[in-house]
């Protein structure tokens, strides 16, 4: 399967019931093919322990990476921590440092600490936590036999958040030899969904590239964008090649929309 195959899991009712849009695999995906791995597969599949548990252990014998995302909560159906601990074969313990993540959490917002939000430190032993500076749930970092599994929560923010800031150096320092580019720009006078248009249109056209627009709010009344364009490749010389054919055609795009660009 290759030296660096990736699964995604995305785990919950909701996503696969089809309340929630499953935003989560693209991210994950588009960020591990950036990356150089071969992601394999992306799986949504309801809190169910024995289900979960069953899919992982069909994907770990040719994982280098697998992560999840989802179920880590605390309420009663939050039950990823417990189905990575089953597949694995180790047993659930109360996590020291991820519960005084917890702990600090609802202290600083005056909350109790209930035996519901206890679970959240309860990791497969072994289990690094991973520091979640948006929400409460801690995600989880494990490594057997050469294989890095990670469980982050299921809110967009909240994971992403967390793999740029921890997983996806953790992921750079194992993984395949890239070269990367970066760019970033303004654009003005154009609304986040005129970007998003042109930009869903390019990537189509362009392998392992990342590109995200963040709103910086008006100016003179018109909305202000900043772009981030990121590259990569197994060459330096190609990974500039790519990324400056890609910002000119965003510009492009944009100016087309009516955007002016910086």
């Given amino acids: 399967m290759?030296?660096?195959?990736?699964?995604?899991?995305?785990i919950g009712n909701e996503v696969v019931h089809g309340r929630v849009?499953?935003?989560?695999?693209?991210?994950?995906?588009?960020?591990?093919?950036?990356?150089?791995?071969?992601?394999?597969?992306?799986?949504?599949?309801i809190d169910d322990v024995d289900l979960i548990s069953k899919f992982l252990k069909y994907v770990l014998p040719d994982s280098k990476v697998i992560i999840t995302t989802g179920g880590l909560g605390p309420t009663y159906d939050d039950r990823t921590s417990e189905a990575l601990a089953n597949a694995l074969g180790l047993q659930l313990e109360l996590n020291s440092e991820a519960f005084e993540m917890v702990r600090r959490k609802y202290e600083s917002l005056g909350l109790p600490l209930t035996k519901e939000r206890v679970k959240m430190a309860m990791l497969p032993k072994g289990a690094k936590p991973i520091p979640n500076p948006v929400g409460t749930a801690p995600g989880i970092h494990l490594e057997i036999d050469g294989r890095v599994i990670i469980a982050l929560p299921g809110v967009p923010?909240?994971?992403?958040?967390?793999?740029?800031?921890?997983?996806?150096?953790?992921?750079?320092s194992i993984g395949p030899k890239i070269f990367f580019a970066e760019r970033e720009f303004e654009v003005r006078n154009l609304p986040e969904s005129s970007a998003a248009e042109v930009v869903n249109k390019l990537l189509r056209k362009y392998p392992n590239v990342y590109v995200k627009t963040q709103p910086k709010g008006t100016e003179l009344g018109k909305p202000v964008l900043t772009v981030y364009v990121c590259v990569s490749s197994r060459s330096k010389e190609e990974a500039e090649l790519i990324i400056d054919n890609l910002v000119r055609d965003l510009k492009e795009g944009f100016i087309s929309k009516g955007g002016i660009t910086g």
């Fill in 2 to 10: 290759g030296e660096y195959a990736a699964w995604i899991f995305t």
């Fill in 21 to 45: 849009i499953n935003t989560n695999s693209a991210f994950l995906g588009r960020k591990l093919v950036l990356l150089g791995y071969d992601v394999l597969g992306n799986i949504s599949l």
């Fill in 157 to 172: 923010k909240e994971m992403e958040v967390m793999f740029e800031g921890y997983v996806e150096p953790l992921l750079k």
